[in-house]
């Protein structure tokens, strides 16, 4: 290993530090994977980075790309993965620091699209502020999907997409995916916050006020790895965490909440129309709570499921170990679905 490059690593570890100290709980163990990403210089094959104008959010946006061997000399078109990541998280994250471009090219038949949402939750907000539009459900469900499917070879049909997703983006895949229940084949989370709409519920029906951001301002040393890493994003306007806080109201009443929250809009969808469902979560991960809450909902009413635990906790190791079996479990599904297999 090179100097230089050895001494990026240091950097990177040091800064992971720095926000493990600087953020709370779960902000702190997924502010570790913002700044655990690789530069530019170092990106995994396959993987190209896109920029595109959102309607739904009215800015420039940028996703991750992974397109698979000999993508370029076939005339072939190909099932998709959308992963969602999470709180604090970015675009990069998935492909350059948690394995899943080095997964993806052992597929020699998938795309796998990693989204930005910034720290949205992948909801359409109540009420914008600021002259923001922060409509990021529909950002996912039709701006990006859209262009991937106009600019890409893609199986734009349900039976060739799936979605997938750690923590806030687990909970967004399974909510995504049963609010649009033709778009999705199956739908996955990884150690997913899956009561996020529920407990924005319970608070507004108690009177609690709404969850205040994470500001750099409240801390040097997470503004210093902040600077750093929005360097990385390179989004105009959309880069520094508190830019990437949406301005404005995600909920103001329980029933805008409860339509957000797949513990409730999971009986809204017939049974023939559910997406495949597939969860896991770490034993020392205490999310992993509401995980097993969900599977006992799937359990009661019959609901065919894929449920998972092992040993891990919220953090990298744990993602890096879980995408690889997330991954083969939702091409076989799809493979299936596409009549591909016997």
Do not use: C
């Amino acid at each position: 290993m090179n100097s230089k490059r050895s001494d990026t690593r240091r950097l990177l570890w040091f800064i992971a530090l720095v926000l493990t100290l600087a953020v709370p709980a779960l902000r702190a163990q997924e502010a570790e994977q913002a700044a655990s990403v690789q530069q530019a210089t170092e990106l995994p094959d396959g993987l190209q980075t896109v920029s595109f104008f959102s309607p739904a959010v009215s800015r420039q946006m940028k996703f991750d790309i992974v397109l698979p061997p000999g993508y370029e000399a076939s005339g072939e078109r190909y099932p998709v993965l959308y992963l969602l990541h999470g709180y604090m998280q970015n675009y990069t994250v998935w492909g350059r620091n948690l394995g899943a471009a080095f997964y993806a090219r052992n597929f020699s038949d998938l795309i796998v699209v990693m989204p930005d949402a910034g720290n949205s939750w992948y909801i359409n907000y109540a009420r914008n502020e600021d002259n923001q539009r922060n409509n990021w459900e529909d950002h996912i469900v039709r701006d990006v999907i859209g262009h991937v499917d106009s600019n890409f070879r893609t199986l734009a049909r349900r039976e060739g997409r799936a979605i997938a997703g750690l923590s806030m983006g687990g909970y967004g895949a399974v909510m995504l995916g049963l609010r649009h229940p033709e778009l999705f084949v199956s739908v996955a989370s990884t150690s997913g916050a899956l009561a996020h709409a529920r407990n924005r519920a319970t608070a507004i029906e108690e009177g609690q006020p709404a969850p205040v951001p994470r500001s750099t301002e409240d801390s040097p040393e997470l503004a210093r790895a902040d600077a750093f890493i929005s360097q990385i994003i390179d989004i105009p306007g959309f880069s520094r965490q508190d830019d990437r806080n949406p301005k404005g109201i995600d909920f103001e009443t329980v029933e805008q909440a409860r339509a957000y929250d797949p513990f409730h809009i999971i009986y809204d969808v017939p049974k023939s129309q559910l997406p495949h469902i597939y969860l896991d979560s770490g034993v020392d991960d205490g999310l992993i709570t509401a995980a097993r809450e969900f599977m006992q909902i799937l359990m009661l009413n019959d609901v065919p499921f894929d449920y998972m635990q092992s040993g891990g906790r919220h953090n990298s190791e744990y993602w890096r170990r879980s995408i690889g079996h997330l991954m083969s479990v939702q091409y076989e599904v799809m493979q299936r679905a596409l009549g591909n297999r016997p």
